[in-house]
Nanobody
Framework: QVQLVESGGGLVHPGGSLRLSCAASGFTFSTYAMSWYRQAPGKGRELVAGITGAGGSTSYADSVKGRFTISRDNAKNTVYLQMNSLKPEDTAVYYC???????????WGQGTQVTVSS
């Protein structure tokens, strides 16, 4: 079955950096677009960044453009989110997600907590 396992979250000071990883299994990773979402306390889940299956195209929420970078290594079945210049408003649970496809619903990891605080 589809498994997405995030790691790399933690506590960081404002201005700091973190790199999140999401290890995927149970499907042909390179054929699926992947995304990172986040959910802050009391707020809905929002799309942060997305990347196509081959990694040739990426997209970002306006709030993270220029600070976050999504990438993937299809040989390792892993997608990454490099987060630089972190702000307190980036504090959230970050989720890895596999894009839906006909007959295959969107899949989610369990999430990893990112806390930006001094």
């Amino acid at each position: 079955q589809v498994q997405l396992v995030e790691s790399g979250g933690g506590l960081v000071h404002p201005g700091g950096s973190l790199r999140l990883s999401c290890a995927a299994s149970g499907f042909t990773f390179s054929t699926y677009a992947m995304s990172w979402y986040r959910q802050a306390p009391g707020k809905g889940r929002e799309l942060v960044a997305g990347i196509t299956g081959a990694g040739g195209s990426t997209s970002y929420a306006d709030s993270v453009k220029g600070r976050f970078t999504i990438s993937r290594d299809n040989a390792k079945n892993t997608v990454y989110l490099q987060m630089n210049s972190l702000k307190p408003e980036d504090t959230a649970v970050y989720y890895c997600s596999r894009a839906p496809r006909s007959g295959s619903p969107r899949s989610w990891g369990q999430g990893t907590q990112v806390t930006v605080s001094s």
